[in-house]
């Protein structure tokens, strides 16, 4: 049995149809790469139901002292948006990416618009940061995931982007960031009263990384151990900081998961402080487009399981 001409023009029609509009079906989404976890959490709620991103940095790597690897090269080269805090964070990633030619390199510090708090010397001011092409090395804070209006303001830049590199799917990057904000927003009123009773709790963290966590949830962060975290503190700081722990009497010491100095046992000794852990690279949250969400909470909650000891 044959078919009829009819049937053969059609079925022409489809396969010609098909060839045609194949191209776009199978256009591949954008190769996005985030230099560090906290903003591959955040690129993950943005880029839900369109692409994966991927991490530079293995968990448990320094943003600080990281040394580039050829992995990470590779990664870099297939990217085709990456990401990052910028040259005060990623020291590592200033030269290279200024000689990438396929990247579209986003360094969120000074492509969104940030509350940026001064260096530790003066953390109580807060500067709108967008744009500025003058930002000096170390001048402001550059843990700025740890806000959570960063958050939401480094997500819209991320959108943006995308949008701009992606404009096939801008709409689902838009809805996704709108779903994003909200989100954050409601995980942060409930942590803004979870934390209301431990204001005054005083607390000791081991390096000068949470400025913007302090500011934000109203926490008595009395002293650091040390400003760089590669580095060992001088034995008059923490002599002083000895005596601070002595006076605060029952309060907590948070120690970070990549660092496990010998200093802090021998200054907590003889105190009354409990000691936990703060993991400000969130290192052990899962990876989804909730995952932000799920590191502010860990934080809030690990904070106030030791304050109220």
Same mark, same amino acid.
């Given at each position: 049995?044959t078919?009829?001409?009819?049937? %053969? ?35 993950t ?20 002292? +990281?040394?580039?690897?050829?992995s990470? #090269? ?19 990633? /200033? ?23 001064k260096?530790?010397?003066g ?11 003058? +930002? ?7 843990? =700025? ?5 960063? !958050? ?37 009123k @409930? ?43 001088? #034995?008059?700081?923490? $002599? @002083? ?5 002595? %006076? !605060?009497?029952n309060?907590?010491?948070? @120690?970070?998961? *990549?660092?496990?100095?010998?200093? =802090?046992d021998?200054? =907590?000794?003889?105190?009354? #402080?409990?000691?936990?852990?703060? /993991? ?13 969400? *799920?590191?502010?909470?860990?934080? $809030? ?9």
């Open positions: 049995m078919l009829s001409k009819k049937p %053969k023009i059609i079925i022409w029609l489809v396969g010609l149809l098909l060839s045609i509009t194949q191209p776009a079906w199978s256009k591949e989404p954008p190769k996005v790469l985030a230099s560090i976890k906290p903003l591959q959490l955040i690129a709620s943005i880029t839900e139901g369109v692409t994966v991103v991927d991490v530079l940095l293995p968990p448990g790597a320094s943003p600080h002292s +990281h040394s580039m690897k050829p990470d #090269a590779r990664k870099l080269y297939e990217a085709d948006m990456i990401f990052w805090v910028g040259p005060d964070m990623e020291t590592f990633l /200033d030269k290279t990416l200024s000689g990438s030619k396929k990247a579209t390199s986003v360094p969120l510090m000074q492509e969104s618009r940030l509350k940026l708090l260096s530790s010397e953390k109580e001011e807060v500067h709108d940061h967008a744009g500025d092409s003058d +930002h000096h090395h170390g001048e402001y804070d550059a843990h =700025i995931w740890l806000s959570p209006e960063n !958050a939401i303001a480094m997500a819209k830049t991320m959108s943006e982007k995308l949008s701009k590199l992606d404009p096939d799917h801008k709409k689902q990057y838009q809805e996704n960031y709108k779903a994003f904000k909200k989100a954050v927003q409601a995980a942060d @409930r942590n803004i009263t979870k934390l209301t009773n431990y204001h005054s709790q005083p607390m000791f963290v081991f390096h000068d990384a949470y400025g913007y966590l302090q500011k934000h949830y109203k926490l008595n962060v009395v002293d650091y151990f040390t400003i760089n975290p590669e580095q060992q503190p001088g #034995a008059k700081h923490l $002599t @002083r900081l000895q005596d601070k722990l002595k %006076k !605060a009497g309060s907590c010491v948070f @120690r970070e998961p *990549q660092f496990q100095p010998a200093y =802090i021998r200054i =907590i000794g003889g105190t009354d #402080a409990s000691v936990a852990v703060l /993991d400000p690279l969130a290192t052990d949250i899962t990876v989804s487009p909730d995952g932000y969400i *799920q590191f502010m909470n860990n934080l $809030t909650d690990t904070i106030i399981s030791c304050l109220k000891k």
